[in-house]
């Protein structure tokens, strides 16, 4: 991939890739309402801002860091017994960071890191492992790391531009990233080994945070298509884009739960970024899907499966939406914990920035097998 080397354009690509972090405090307390609220396309069901709204009691949470210190990005590896996550180690410097959830250790997870690491993603067996690091100011490559501790490094090409928020297949078959070219953001994926690029996405605004389905044949993620950040999903492939929230705010960051229930995401539909779940609709067979027809999309052997897709909106007798974390300051950054039971979370308190075990709402466990 290159990037024009062009003045303007450099410094709208720099621009991109340090706003898009979004890891400062002060992006989420901007003013969103100034936002143009998006137009629904045709044909797609939506959840609106309070659509099927289930507010939650007060969630039940385990604070696992107490330094207090800018996080982001939390994902368990290991079995759920360790998050990594990103930490503000130095004004300079974020780090990538191991915390063990048996006895509370917390060390670096590359040693020698001696650059800002970013966005770390992870199969479920944790045996794969995505991130971003810088090689110079503005420049994200992606790195994915194996078992073994071999890297394999894809370069983000000339000029400021990168990778960010990648995402790995259940099969580790296939990894999902955002890259900034020709003005916009779209969503590739590469095979395990950085090879076999394929865009998934082609649409004005920019496209973040790719999230696979259980079974990998379907991506949820998040995009400004519409005028305003809001969550779609799509093949695994690419194939039938579809919107699934409406919001005058931002609902970013989702996260595909492992059982398939549920979609975590961030919104900041009440004024300040809070954690929700949107109920992604019933398991068939095995397959997850979006929309009411028969869609075709691709299996990690690349063959065509046709698949009866139930809409995520499909459940109107039972809360399709449901706020898990109800605070004054930031609530960000959902990770499912592999029971499907709970999320980590990064939490704003008084200030200070650390990470949260989060219980799903008792709502969400009782319907989280919807008819």
């Known amino acids: 991939m290159v990037c024009s080397k062009s003045s303007a354009r450099s410094t ?7 706003g898009l972090a979004l890891i400062s405090a002060g992006e989420h307390r ?22 099927g709204l289930a507010t939650a009691p007060t969630a039940v949470a385990r604070r696992l860091t107490h330094d207090g210190r800018l996080k982001s990005s939390p994902v368990f590896v290991a079995g759920g017994r360790e998050v990594l996550y990103v930490v503000l180690d130095t004004p300079e410097l974020f780090r990538l960071m191991r915390l063990s959830l048996d006895d509370g250790t917390i060390t670096a997870y590359n040693d020698l ?21 810088t090689v110079s100011v503005l420049n994200l490559p992606l790195v994915l790391r194996g078992p073994n501790g071999v890297e394999t490094v894809i370069p983000a090409g000339g000029g400021f531009c990168g990778f960010r928020s990648p995402a790995v297949a259940p099969d580790k078959s ?77 609902d970013i960051r989702p996260a595909w739960s492992p059982k398939g229930d549920w979609i975590a995401f961030t919104s900041h539909r009440d004024g300040n970024a ?11 067979a095995g397959n997850l899907g979006i929309g009411d027809d028969s869609d075709t999309v691709s299996d990690s052997a690349g063959n065509d499966t046709a698949t009866t897709a139930p809409n995520p909106a499909a459940a109107t007798t ?54």
């Not at 709208?12 to 340090?18: A, E, H």
């Not at 809070?274 to 068939?284: I, P, S, W």
């Open 12 to 18: 709208r690509m720099g621009w991109l890739w340090i």
């Open 30 to 51: 901007a003013k969103a309402a100034s936002q143009p609220e998006p137009t629904e396309p045709a044909a797609t069901q939506t959840h609106s801002p309070t659509d």
């Open 113 to 133: 890191a001696s650059t800002t690491e970013l966005d770390p993603a992870a199969s479920p067996d944790g045996e794969l492992v995505a991130f971003c690091r």
């Open 174 to 250: 296939r990894v999902a990233v955002s890259y900034a070219e020709g003005g916009r953001q779209q969503l590739y994926s590469f095979d395990r080994m950085g090879k076999d690029r394929r865009a998934l996405t082609d649409s004005p605004g920019l496209n973040l945070w790719p999230t696979y389905s259980p079974c990998g044949k379907f991506l949820a993620f998040g995009s400004s298509r519409d005028g305003d950040y809001e969550l779609y999903c799509m093949g695994a492939d690419g194939a039938n884009p579809r919107r699934l929230t409406e919001s005058p705010r931002q």
């Open 274 to 284: 809070e954690v929700y779940l949107l109920a992604a609709g019933t398991l068939a």
């Open 318 to 371: 039972a809360s399709a939406l449901i706020r898990v974390t109800d605070h004054p300051e930031r609530d960000d950054y959902p990770a499912w914990h592999p029971d499907g039971e709970r999320l980590v979370i990064v939490s704003e308190r008084d200030g200070e920035y650390d990470l949260y075990l989060v219980d799903l709402p008792e709502e969400a466990l009782r319907t989280a097998n919807l008819p």
